[in-house]
């Protein structure tokens, strides 16, 4: 199958057209997402994925505009800089009127703004003649709603579908609907702001007179609705300010960094921006969800990271997502959701097909690392804000992941946190890299479950140090020092049997039989950012890392381009994925690497420099970086995807160093550095568990200097150098 992306075992991404060939838009509230072309049509041409979607189903798989039967000629188009709004200028091109007459192209104005909230896709066009005479238009949009699942766009078959209903239309109203096999009935629900010409299932015709320099606007609102949850209709001014006024919330909960290159503001924007729209709410919390368009849910492994990696400019992020989390922990064996009591879930859905159980994510557990993660943000996040009160709260839940690790993560009963999967349509690889073929031997034979990667290792040493922290906190000091003792076992263990001599690195993984798989990978660069590995090894580990194999210009591989399975257009061997990056940046600032930290974040940079919007993907092809030339686009990577937004935060934080000392009620500074590609950074309305701070950090021949430019609350700011 030469047109299939394997991802997901046998969960494909359908890869038909290239990304090089087109531009998509995109926007986002909650649950509904649409992706569109920067004309503002879908269905026009693409990779098949252009749609509005709302928890998981597509609403609109159709909704292109002509003007008198023909596509308007784009001008130019923008999301807003705060993803609050879409807007693109068109005009018309030359149309033949008659035999004898052509209405001249440039002389009709189209402006479309467009953004979603509540679940509605909010639409405003206005229509201005800039000719001298009235001129006769007509718009026409062809529609069609083929409630398909995110998981058939991605190109998986189905043996049956459900029932198209029958269109509803009436006056200004257009329903679609369709019966799923589950039983619920899903409406696109279309209101046009004045009645069409005509009308017809397939779309609908507006005529119009338009005089010279006065415009005529119309506006829609499409509706995604189920049977069990209808949408509230709003008016388009009144949903507009809503949704501003939500906008402006959220950009007040973040502290501010600006430095002094543009073009990295412009990242750090873009990232922002992306960042509020993904964070989602739910029953249980603010969540960010993991990317548009495929992962537009909670994904657990996705949503800790991307806390983790804005932590310290956002705590808001990581308490969600550690309530959702705590909320949905597993309590139960159930084989068919890989789910034992104490687990993390992996990721939910509530489409149709996961709901009849043809794909098994409704609630699904099938990941090894999100659990001992979950136990690592926790105490990240203690460390943060220092609120005892949720801690006592979280800490159950805490100790069950504990106790997952223990009981039902160790497999074999060797010390090592291994998986193999149990439900027999989950994933087969369940770590970060979860492609088949993913874990293999240097011979590029694939490792045998049980399965023990190196990096959840080190998520497990420091969930047990972190662990160990809060009971200390809580007064439970003799579960501290338990905790602190395994964690020390695990770590002596782990040198002795993962360790690989002459390649210079941690294996990747270790198979049933306990065979390391000896190959160089950037799993092994997560484990410094775990911190299980001893400082002379992490050196040498650091230098494979940024080595000519590892390192492609742009930012370190997933595994070395000298391994039998290298590809560098591959999902999982040989690409380059940015919060893996940001990992590995964060484990050689833990190890103060200093030397090696502005590799993987010059890197990065400049990939945003070439990306669109200066949004990184999800990931890219690993081609080493070839001169006057960008990175090499990935065809189905999400754009925007959490932990890639959120990863510019952690290079930051990567080379600030910046702890919480609530108890003192102290903000450290330690041996900051900065990349060369700023000379100063300001970092304004920092909060903090004991007031606020604005800091200024410049760089000097020798050091880094550390001003105060604003400090409220009593607290001591120190500086190490």
Not at 38 to 54: K, V
Request: aromatic share 10%.
């Amino acid at each position: 199958m030469d047109d299939v992306i394997q991802v997901q075992d046998q969960y494909y991404i359908l890869a038909t057209a290239s990304k090089a060939t087109e531009r998509t838009a995109v926007l986002k509230h909650d649950d509904t997402f649409a992706v569109f072309d920067y004309s503002g049509d879908i269905g026009a041409f693409g990779l098949g994925e252009q749609g509005l979607y709302h928890e998981g189903t597509r609403y609109l798989s159709r909704f292109r505009l002509r003007l008198n039967g023909h596509r308007p000629l784009l001008l130019s188009a923008r999301v807003k800089e705060d993803n609050e709004l879409f807007g693109a200028d068109l005009t018309n091109p030359d149309i033949p009127l008659d035999p004898d007459h052509v209405l001249a192209r440039d002389l009709v104005h189209l402006f479309r703004a467009r953004f979603l909230w509540e679940g509605t896709w909010h639409e405003r066009i206005r229509l201005w003649n800039y000719s001298r005479g009235h001129v006769s238009v007509s718009l026409t949009f062809d529609i069609e709603a083929d409630f398909a699942d995110i998981f058939e766009v991605r190109g998986t078959e189905r043996e049956r579908r459900g029932t198209r209903l029958e269109p509803v239309i009436a006056g200004t109203d257009m329903r679609l609907g369709y019966r799923g096999l589950d039983g619920e009935e899903r409406w696109t629900v279309i209101e046009w702001s004045e009645p069409p010409t005509a009308t017809a299932s397939s779309g609908v015709r507006f005529a119009y007179d338009l005089a010279p320099h006065s415009p005529i606007s119309l506006s829609v609102a499409i509706r995604c609705e189920r049977q069990q949850r209808p949408v509230t209709p709003r008016a388009f001014e009144l949903a507009e300010s809503a949704a501003r006024s939500a906008h402006e919330r959220a950009r007040g909960e973040y502290a501010i960094v600006e430095t002094s290159s543009e073009r990295f503001n412009q990242w750090l924007r873009r990232s922002a921006a992306d960042l509020r729209m993904l964070v989602s709410t739910t029953p249980h919390g603010s969540y960010p969800y993991a990317g548009v368009p495929w992962f537009s849910t909670p994904f657990g492994r996705d949503g800790i990271i991307t806390a983790l990696q804005t932590l310290w400019v956002n705590p808001r992020i990581a308490r969600g997502v550690l309530q959702y989390l705590a909320a949905t922990q597993a309590d139960r064996v159930d084989p068919t959701q890989d789910a034992e009591p104490g687990k993390i879930l992996h990721e939910t859905r509530s489409s149709e097909m996961a709901r009849l159980g043809e794909v098994p994510f409704r609630q699904y557990y099938g990941s090894v690392d999100a659990t001992p993660l979950f136990v690592m943000l926790a105490g990240a996040y203690y460390e943060r804000t220092a609120d005892r009160a949720f801690l006592q709260k979280l800490w159950p839940h805490v100790e069950r992941a504990l106790a997952w690790i223990d009981e039902y993560g160790d497999l074999d009963g060797d010390g090592f946190v291994e998986y193999a999967r149990r439900s027999s349509s989950g994933l087969i690889q369940q770590g970060w890299k979860d492609s088949q073929d993913s874990i293999f031997h240097a011979d590029g034979s694939l490792a045998e479950a049980p399965i023990a990667l190196c990096e959840v290792q080190a998520y497990v040493y420091d969930a047990r140090l972190q662990g160990a922290r809060m009971a200390d906190a809580l007064g439970e000091h003799a579960r501290g020092d338990v905790l602190r003792r395994q964690a020390e076992h695990l770590r002596e263990a782990f040198e002795d049997q993962f360790w690989c001599e002459a390649e210079s690195t941690y294996a990747i993984a270790l198979d049933r039989h306990k065979q390391p798989c000896r190959v160089r990978s950037s799993n092994a660069g997560q484990c410094l950012f775990g911190g299980i590995a001893s400082p002379d090894r992490a050196r040498r580990v650091a230098q494979m890392l940024v080595g000519v194999e590892m390192f492609s210009g742009w930012g370190v591989r997933t595994i070395s381009s000298v391994e039998s399975r290298y590809n560098p257009m591959s999902y999982h061997n040989g690409s380059v994925w940015p919060h893996d990056n940001g990992l590995i940046a964060a484990g050689l600032s833990r190890y103060r690497f200093d030397d090696l930290i502005g590799l993987p974040f010059a890197g990065l940079f400049d990939a945003s420099v070439s990306m669109d919007g200066h949004r990184l993907p999800e990931l890219f092809c690993g081609f080493h970086r070839r001169e006057g030339e960008g990175p090499t686009l990935y065809p189905v990577a999400c754009s925007p995807q959490a932990w890639a937004s959120g990863v510019v935060f952690q290079l930051i934080q990567a080379c600030l160093r910046l702890s919480i000392d609530a108890t003192d009620r102290r903000l450290c500074v330690d041996r900051a550095i900065l990349p060369p590609i700023f000379t100063c950074l300001r970092l304004l309305n920092l909060e903090l568990p004991f007031g606020q701070a604005d800091l200024l950090f410049e760089r000097h021949p020798l050091d880094v200097g550390v001003t105060v430019l604003r400090k409220h609350g009593d607290f001591d700011v120190r500086v190490v150098k």
